[in-house]
């Protein structure tokens, strides 16, 4: 039986871009922004790197295929750089490389970047992504927002919300996220918006609206991890570790078998259990302090309340509305805007999301700081309901 | 010997009815003189069907829904607007409804009478005993521009044909076929539209000429005259010259038939066929049928209605498929359903679609047949089939038999309509359907418009085209759902 990664590894030191619209960036340059950031907080010199991994989701833009472009960026000394992709997961995927490089003992110190320079496609939105040769002839044509927009045709028909109710539910999902986004001067947008402006918004794919949709941004994030005996042994207080990582990933039984309703995120129950188990949480709605979870749409995030167990079935609906997950809430969630507003390139979502919630335990999140805040979970979701790749991390004060 | 003729006949006709009335009107500046025929509807295609697309939802309306179509030996395509020069077309329909590899193929091309040329080629065959169940299908999807009189006078359909040796509806008595170079019109490969010559040469020199020609020879054949001719079908676009003929053979002019010029427009070589259909709803025991058709000469074919015709009760009769058209008053629609203007398309509009033709091959059954998998130790079914069945907890190795989805209804699962993603006909619907004895698919719908569908609601699968490469000129099919 495994004994699992808790408490193992701590986190060194991170460090994130700006988000946004950044035309003025290069891959290059966002790669060393959140670099220079994450080395400053580690406080440790690029010699003392042992292996780095680098996330990147879309290989025909941005920086290219391979190990290189992040070496090259960063000028590392000569070390082992994988690059990993899992969609929009691929960030907690270079993490999961990094963390288990170090609980192996395989390197001291590791790194993790993730980057997306998706600003240079010339699209509004993402742009289409290539599925080999033959999804493309026996599926749709569809976009991520039609994919996950279907949540809401199933969930409706599930649990015999009406459309008037979905819709406003999930458009407090996003005014909500709108509100914290507005307090962090690295979020894409830093706008707060009102639920009228959500509900009027042009359509995108039924019933999502511009504002049931994340941002599509350029930025990068970084994470540097060792051992928590390294992490002392370099004068570090405030240890922060990880306490569960956890990937599920779909087998087809979503796409393929009737036994799934189409509601709902398989995988994400499936980690979600793993993940809890192995961070030793019996009762996530009351132990889990915060999360950041994966809001591509509103209506993920409304669904993930409840394949996450802090919302029971059916009714997320209501705690969304109750303000349950609002910053004064009982378990906030997007403290930071989210991939609503914090904005999301891809390979670079997984550590934003960790980012967050390594400044909020070490108290050091500024005008959105959480008070007291114990244990943070992150949810990185790739692919779409049907089909899908998803990554939980957990983590905490060490020892705690 | 015994008789042969046609067990059974069904035609398509696209969802929507333009208005001529629109049409007209949207080009009265340009084009006064069309006024006149700015009347009735005419059938206008979806933008993702074409002559092959249409073919197959009429056959399929013959075959019924029983998986088992070993009984087609041969297949007989029929049409000026086949979407491949050099690809068998006919091989595509055999691939879509998922007839034996050893079905007979023949494509007939070139020429508005390929319908019953096609039709007359398959009573021999199967007379000769070459075949005991052939399928004859005419179809044709015409582009004509903006403004012309073409653009009023055609409209897109299919028509389908059982050719049998036994429950025959209509006995096959004889048959006559010209082949005159007789240029009406013309259209050379790469051609998008027709080059016609002048309305009256064209009636005079042809119609009233070589129309009747073909007939005397066949009431030569047959040792009949005018007078026995019960129903007398002639597609033409010009008013009155199948009265013409009619008088000039000395068929009673009132056993004219209906040339729908009102209703669907001339379908081109599905049109006598469809015609046909038309009157077999009406039709009585040992009545006479005339099918006459022009294009390169002129064929004609005589049946005699048979007793079977009593109890002939057709899935679908052609009026109700006359009836159940929605009317669009939309031109713009027509014109770029049809690109017959240029579009702003988008950057996703841009996406390379090049089609894995390796792919395609190895797939071919579940791409153009829609055929998946049916585990033989669980009776989990599934699409597409896979080497390990999908099945929870019992992902067993090689046990999937192939099961055909195409005719089973299906239930929307979940859906969205999206206007985000490249279609032609935004916003882009798709979802997951669940099929009535198991098994899913995300599909996109077609034939419907905003507010059409929900989850729960009834569907069923059509073959349609699913992209269009621009870049290399190639059609990509596969199947979508459309409500019950």
Redesign the interface.
């Known amino acids: 039986m495994a004994t699992g990664i808790r408490d193992k590894v701590a986190i060194l030191g991170m460090g994130c871009s700006k988000f946004g619209e950044r035309w003025d960036a290069s891959p290059e340059d966002l790669m060393v922004e959140s670099y220079v950031e994450a080395m400053e907080d580690a406080g440790i010199e690029p010699n003392q790197l042992d292996a780095a991994w680098f996330s990147h989701h879309i290989d025909d833009i941005g920086a290219g295929k391979g190990g290189t472009p992040m070496s090259i960026a960063l000028r590392l000394p000569n070390i082992a750089v994988t690059r990993v992709e899992n969609y929009c997961a691929s960030g907690s995927e270079a993490f999961r490389g990094a963390v288990y490089a170090v609980a192996a003992g395989a390197a001291d110190i590791a790194i993790a970047v993730g980057m997306e320079k998706l600003k240079d496609t010339g699209f509004g939105g993402l742009s289409p992504t290539n599925y080999g040769t033959l999804t493309p002839q026996i599926g749709p044509s569809g976009s991520a927002p039609g994919n996950f927009a279907q949540l809401a045709s199933a969930y409706r028909a599930k649990h015999g919300v009406s459309a008037e109710d979905l819709k406003r539910a999930i458009a407090h999902v996003s005014v909500k996220s709108h509100a914290n986004g507005a307090k962090n001067p690295k979020a894409h947008l830093q706008k707060e918006v009102t639920e009228e402006q959500v509900l009027n918004a042009p359509m995108i794919a039924e019933p999502l609206g511009l504002f049931d949709c994340c941002g599509v941004s350029d930025g990068a994030a970084a994470a540097i991890v060792t051992t928590p005996e390294i992490a002392k042994s370099l004068g570090k207080g405030n240890i922060i570790s990880v306490k569960a990582l956890q990937l599920a990933v779909s087998n087809g039984l979503e796409n393929q078998h009737n036994s799934w309703d189409g509601s709902y995120f398989h995988t994400v129950r499936v980690a979600a259990k793993k993940a809890y188990a192995e961070a030793n949480i019996t009762k996530p709605r009351e132990q889990v302090s915060m999360m950041e979870v994966h809001d591509c749409f509103s209506v993920t995030e409304l669904v993930t309340m409840e394949d996450l167990f802090i919302s029971e079935e059916g009714n997320a609906v209501k705690d969304v509305m109750d303000g349950f997950y609002d910053a004064d809430g009982k378990v906030p969630c997007q403290i930071d805007g989210g991939l609503k507003c914090f904005g999301h390139p891809i390979g670079a979502s997984g550590l934003r999301m960790l980012y967050e919630m390594y400044l909020q335990l070490q108290g050091r999140a500024g005008e959105r700081q959480l008070s007291n805040p114990s244990i943070g979970l992150t949810h990185n979701l790739g692919g779409q309901p049907a089909n899908n790749v998803c990554s939980i991390a957990i983590i905490g004060a060490l020892d705690s | 010997m015994s008789d042969v003729g046609i067990s059974s006949i069904a035609g398509y006709l696209p969802r929507l009815r333009l208005s001529k009335k629109t049409v007209a009107q949207a080009n009265s500046w340009i084009a006064p003189n069309l006024m006149g025929k700015g009347k009735g509807t005419r059938s206008m295609a979806n933008w993702d069907e074409d002559s092959v697309t249409m073919s197959v939802e009429a056959i399929r309306r013959v075959l019924g829904k029983d998986d088992d179509r070993s009984h087609v030996d041969s297949l007989f395509f029929a049409s000026t607007t086949m979407p491949f020069v050099d690809r068998l077309n006919s091989g595509i329909i055999r691939a879509a409804l998922t007839l034996e590899e050893s079905t007979e193929c023949i494509d007939i091309s070139s020429t508005l009478k390929s319908g019953t040329t096609a039709l007359i080629q398959a009573l021999d065959k199967v007379k000769s005993g070459g075949s005991d169940y052939s399928i004859v299908s005419a179809s044709d999807k015409r582009k004509a521009r903006s403004a012309s009189s073409q653009e009023l006078d055609f409209g897109d359909g299919a028509v389908a044909i059982a050719v049998d040796n036994e429950n025959l509806i209509a006995k096959y008595i004889n048959s006559s076929s010209l082949s005159i170079d007789f240029i009406d019109h013309f259209r050379q490969p790469n051609e998008e539209f027709d080059y016609n010559w002048e309305e009256r040469w064209i009636r005079d020199e042809g119609y009233l000429k070589i129309v009747p020609k073909a007939i005397v020879e066949l009431f030569s054949k047959a040792n009949i005259s005018g007078s026995d001719i019960d129903y007398f079908i002639l597609p033409s676009v010009f008013p009155r010259v199948d009265q013409m003929i009619a008088k000039k053979c000395g068929i009673n002019p009132e056993n004219v038939v209906d040339n729908l010029a009102l209703s669907t427009g001339d379908t081109g070589s599905a049109h006598s066929l469809l015609m046909f259909a038309s009157i077999l709803e009406k039709a009585n025991p040992g009545e006479k049928v005339l099918i006459s058709s022009f294009g390169g000469g002129s064929d004609a074919i005589l049946f005699e209605i048979t007793d079977n015709i009593k109890n002939y009760k057709p899935e679908q009769t052609i009026e109700s498929l006359l009836n159940n058209g929605i009317e669009e008053n939309n031109y713009m629609k027509y014109l770029t359903f049809n690109d017959l203007v240029k579009w702003e398309k988008g950057?996703?509009g841009e996406?390379d679609?090049k089609?894995?033709l390796?792919?395609?091959y190895r797939?071919n059954d579940?791409?153009m047949g829609l055929v998946g998998g049916k585990c033989t130790k669980t009776g989990?079914i599934?699409?597409?089939a896979?080497p390990i069945s999908?099945?929870?907890n019992s992902p067993d190795l090689n046990t999937q038999e192939p099961y055909k989805f195409a005719e089973k209804k299906a239930k929307?699962?979940?859906?969205?309509?999206?206007?985000?993603?490249?279609?032609v006909n935004p916003?882009?619907h798709?979802?997951?359907v669940?099929f009535e004895e198991?098994?899913?698919?995300?599909?996109?719908f077609t034939d419907i418009e905003k507010g059409d569908i929900?989850?729960?609601m009834d569907v069923k699968m059509v073959f349609r085209v699913?992209?269009v490469d621009e870049i290399r000129g190639f059609t990509?099919y596969?199947w979508k759902a459309i409500p019950v």
């Open positions: 950057m996703r996406q679609r089609t894995a390796t792919t395609l797939h579940a791409i989990t599934q699409y597409p896979s999908v099945s929870p929307i699962l979940s859906w969205s309509a999206d206007y985000l993603s490249f279609s916003p882009n798709y979802g997951v669940d198991g098994g899913r698919i995300m599909v996109d929900d989850s729960g699913k992209i990509r596969f």
